[in-house]
């Protein structure tokens, strides 16, 4: 079954504190991304990546990191947590081959806490 | 990419056709309008997309205006499931970077 595979579903954590949060998808795409939800703000895409070794910024890339080792990973690294990033996390990935349509396939969802 | 205007909010009746607008009106020749929904802070789903021609899948139909200004999503029959926010984007096809989300249409189906 094509999947994003998010992990972990539910995170509480302390300021300052390293967390990652993996991605990872079986469809053998290229493009993957980041986005976080907050009420009233909508999703605002954080990073994304085009394929491995390449990455770039979104709309709110501050406190945040991204690493593309492998095609079918993409975890996102919050080096030093704090209170305004707790928030629901999304990610996703698309295949950017060929000419054909390619859709967006989303996670589940990280809902992040950061106390 | 160009922006795009929804209502905030609709209802619909279960068993009837819901028709979802989107005003687009400073597309360009390339850009592609995309649906997606989100149903109650699960992950967004693709619904379908369009570049000029109408669409047609298993779940909606896409109407776009000759002009490609606004645009229709038509859920034929909708269900208690197909309450979401539904977003409509616009961008080029395959232009992978950004991609932007808009606040969308809460739609809401009743009994």
């Known amino acids: 079954e094509a999947q994003v595979t998010q992990n972990p579903r539910y995170l509480i954590t302390v300021t300052g504190k390293k967390l990652t949060v993996t991605c990872s998808q079986n469809m053998n795409h290229e493009y993957m991304s980041w986005y976080r939800q907050d009420p009233g703000l909508g999703l605002r895409q954080i990073y994304y990546s085009m394929n491995v070794e390449v990455t770039d910024k979104g709309d709110v890339p501050e406190g945040y990191k991204v690493s593309r080792k492998e095609k079918r990973n993409f975890p996102l690294i919050l080096e030093s947590p704090s209170p305004n990033q707790t928030s629901l996390y999304f990610c996703?990935?698309?295949?950017?081959?060929?000419?054909?349509?390619?859709?967006?396939?989303f996670g589940q969802g990280t809902r992040l806490t950061v106390v | 990419d160009a922006k795009t205007t929804q209502p905030t909010s609709m209802d619909c009746a279960e068993g009837r056709a819901a028709n979802l607008p989107c005003n687009h009106s400073?597309?360009?020749?390339?850009?592609?309008v995309y649906w997606y929904r989100q149903i109650h802070s699960q992950g967004p789903q693709y619904i379908i997309h369009g570049l000029k021609n109408n669409e047609t899948n298993e779940m909606a139909s896409l109407i776009i205006t000759e002009d490609r200004k606004s645009s229709t999503l038509i859920l034929p029959h909708a269900t208690l499931r197909d309450t979401a926010v539904y977003y409509c984007?616009?961008?080029?096809?395959?232009?992978?970077?950004?991609?932007?989300f808009g606040a969308g249409t809460q739609v809401v189906v009743t009994p």
């Open positions: 984007i616009v961008r080029v096809r395959d232009s992978w970077g950004k991609f932007q």
């Open positions: 996703a990935s698309s295949s950017i081959a060929g000419q054909s349509y390619t859709e967006a396939f």
């Open positions: 400073t597309i360009s020749g390339n850009e592609y």
